[in-house]
């Protein structure tokens, strides 16, 4: 599978705006958990932390990603799309469960 710059730059981008995305949905969850009752803020921050550890491999990838030559890239774009794919999912459940 072989791309061009062009396509490395434009995943590299699309992926950035998708975890910038997913860090202010993380806020978000943060500014609800600080409301809510003592009991469920315990169960809240321990969801966070689960999606930030998530977050944080997401950016590592990508970082990896941003440091690949143009040759190397598409073997890393796998592993970045499945890290962000697993953020987005854990956020979509976690969204659910601070209602």
Known sequence: MS?????KDAFEKKHQAKIDEMKAEIDRLKAK???AE???QVKYEQKIK???TLKDEA?????SL???S???WSDISGGLESATQSLATAIKAASKEFK
């Open 3 to 7: 791309h061009k710059n062009d396509d």
């Open 33 to 35: 958990a600080r409301q």
């Open 38 to 40: 003592a009991e469920s």
């Open 50 to 52: 689960e999606l930030e």
């Open 59 to 63: 950016e590592e990838r990508l970082d």
């Open 66 to 68: 941003k440091k690949s």
């Open 70 to 72: 143009k040759d190397a």
